[in-house]
């Protein structure tokens, strides 16, 4: 149905459907940590209602208040745009931007939906952070909404008033800089760098922060499916604000509902004097109560989060976005297999502590490379310090962090030498690893996969100083390490397969814990198939798989030695020693019965 045509500044003119383009989809860890976190605080909010909810009044039919509406009463709409929030200028044909007649109330089919697609032209003041608020009135087919007309009949129609302009906090703008100035790209960078420096140079300078509108392109009006009967003065809180109560009846008018929870924030557009022309997309149709419920409970949740910090501003709608464009069977899959991932983790984490508490022996297994991944894992969490990443996923590493630095004191003594002024840490090996030529391969494998490695982080520190912007010395430096262990980290692993390879023996790695991370790496495998990602991120998924492989061949290989002391102190000559002298006694005692 075309739109009248609007004269002056508000032109309206029927156009076509949603044009944009929406942004890459970012991969953002701790997603099953925030699904979790939903399904906990629903479950919560479940048993909060049910215990702090108010007594229910007596459920006597007089004092229960009841929908004005019955199910497939047919309906008309008008739908008004006005930058005024009280609206009663109905003979403004200006104002009226859409109109709908014989809409069927609560009934599920293609007749209870309608869409329309224009362009709308903004005044100067709506470039201006002006307001303009979205009018939606309903009444029985054949009654009008206007309250001064003869035939206006109070019992037979009700709106809702919506805005269409958010205020929002604008981006803040990007600080980091080219570290050189002798390059095409970094005298762009200078210039992002002094917008930066003149408008919020550092968090701490920053003064009040700056409001914009932006332009909600697609409004979603839904008249909810609700028929139930509530107490008068016990309707559910979350309801409450919702429900239009008629004050002679007392009863209620069909909510309406203006549904913006697929709305993402990428899909806005900012207002300023450089915009003329704007898109608005419009669709009304029914939603069940059930559907309804659970978008204010998710929202609610997602607010919850927010507050005390373990969402960031933005992975909200990652997560939606998840939804909106992903395929379903695959989101399923994505579901159940990171579900696994994290039972894989869970019990790799298990083992690995479960093997450090009760080694005794460091024999055969690489010191080095128990520093090297404290080393790395220290570095990846202040690099998630200087990136302001969320509570949650810095308590997360600086907890691996502290468990590294746990196995450094199992694999050698940690002495605090007073001698001078300042107390510092003497690390010292064990003699059971320095005691044998355990020492010696470790530290020559150590010795030329370092070269490699140093010229790895040269060449990707220089690649990066150059081509990338930084927020300075310090952030360069950081980020160039944290590429080099997301990058070649898996280096680090190769000191073992050496020292197995001199020993001739793979009896005394922690191959349950290998286990888990072998089936997670597979896991790792399957999503680098199905989720989207740069190719050489993607090639670097399968570098595990080669050292994973190497030490399957290696457990293959090298036949186990009874005699050789395993994780816990013991060697199997002892246990087959002790199972003899079990077995004697057991004969010896038959005989004198």
């Given at each position: 149905?075309a ?24 991969q ?13 605080m ?11 909810s ?18 497939g009463?047919?309906?008309?709409m008008?739908?008004?745009?006005s ?6 200028d ?140 509530y107490p ?7 309801i ?5 109560v ?5 009863n ?14 990428d ?11 704007l ?10 109560m ?29 997560l ?50 128990v ?10 969490f ?7 990443t969320s509570?949650?996923i ?35 090996d064990?003699?059971?690893?320095a ?15 370092s ?28 980020s ?13 692993m ?15 790695l ?61 060697g199997?000559?002892?246990?087959q020693?002790?199972a ?5 006694a057991?004969e ?5 019965n």
């Amino acid at each position: 149905m075309a739109p009248p045509a609007v004269p002056g500044g508000g032109a309206v003119a029927a156009g076509g459907g949603q044009q944009g383009q929406g942004q890459q989809r970012q991969q953002q860890g701790g997603m099953g940590q925030t699904i979790t976190g939903i399904i906990r605080m629903a479950v919560f909010w479940y048993f909060i209602s049910k215990f702090i909810s108010p007594k229910k009044a007596p459920t006597d039919p007089s004092i229960l208040i009841s929908n004005l509406f019955q199910k497939g009463d047919s309906l008309d709409m008008w739908f008004y745009l006005s930058e005024q929030e009280r609206f009663n200028d109905f003979n403004n044909e200006g104002a009226l931007i859409w109109h709908e007649t014989n809409i069927p109330y609560a009934i599920w089919g293609p007749e209870s939906t309608r869409s329309l697609s224009l362009k709308y032209y903004p005044s100067e003041s709506l470039k201006h952070n002006g307001t303009l608020y979205a009018h939606a009135f309903f009444a029985r087919s054949g009654y009008p909404p206007d309250p001064s007309d003869p035939e206006y009949q109070p019992l037979a129609a009700f709106g809702r008033t919506h805005p269409v302009v958010a205020y929002l906090p604008k981006s803040k703008t990007d600080k980091r800089k080219s570290l050189l100035g002798d390059s095409k790209d970094s005298k762009e960078g200078e210039v992002v760098s002094q917008v930066v420096d003149d408008s919020q140079a550092d968090s701490k300078d920053d003064g009040p922060a700056e409001w914009i509108s932006y332009w909600k392109p697609n409004v979603t009006i839904n008249l909810v499916d609700d028929f139930t009967k509530y107490p008068h003065n016990a309707v559910p809180p979350n309801i409450a604000s919702y429900l239009n109560v008629e004050p002679t009846s007392g009863n209620y008018f069909p909510t309406i509902f203006f549904n913006e929870f697929w709305l993402l924030r990428d899909k806005l557009i900012a207002l300023n004097e450089t915009v003329t022309e704007l898109t608005l997309n419009l669709e009304v149709g029914p939603i069940s109560m059930t559907k309804w419920q659970l978008f204010m409970q998710i929202d609610q949740s997602f607010q919850v989060h927010r507050s005390y910090g373990s969402m960031l501003e933005g992975e909200a709608d990652e997560l939606k976005r998840v939804f909106l464009e992903g395929n379903p069977y695959l989101l399923v899959i994505t579901m159940v297999v990171s579900m696994l991932h994290s039972v894989f983790d869970f019990l790799a984490f298990k083992n690995d502590i479960q093997f450090w508490n009760k080694n005794k022996s460091m024999e055969g297994l690489s010191a080095k490379s128990v520093v090297v991944s404290f080393i790395s894992q220290l570095i990846v969490f202040l690099y998630l310090l200087d990136n302001d990443t969320s509570w949650m996923i810095l308590a997360s590493s600086g907890v691996g962090c502290c468990i590294e630095f746990w196995k450094i004191g199992k694999a050698m003594h940690i002495e605090i030498d007073r001698s001078g002024r300042i107390p510092m840490l003497r690390f010292r090996d064990r003699e059971s690893y320095a005691g044998n030529k355990t020492k010696e391969y470790d530290d020559l494998a150590m010795k030329y996969l370092s070269y490699v490695l140093f010229l790895l982080v040269a060449c990707s520190s220089v690649y990066s100083l150059k081509y990338e912007r930084h927020k300075s010395w310090y952030s360069w430096i950081l980020s160039s390490l944290t590429s080099c262990v997301y990058m070649f980290g898996f280096i680090m692993m190769c000191p073992q397969l050496f020292i197995n390879y001199k020993l001739q023996s793979v009896a005394h790695l922690p191959w349950r814990q290998m286990t888990y991370k072998f089936l997670n790496t597979i896991i790792d495998d399957l999503f680098a198939f199905v989720i989207k990602m740069p190719t050489l991120h993607r090639l670097s998924v399968f570098r595990d798989d080669l050292i994973f492989l190497i030490y399957i061949y290696q457990r293959w290989v090298y036949p186990v030695d009874k005699s050789r002391v395993n994780e816990f102190g013991f060697g199997g000559e002892d246990d087959q020693a002790s199972a003899g002298e079990v077995t004697a006694a057991k004969e010896e005692e038959k005989k004198t019965n």
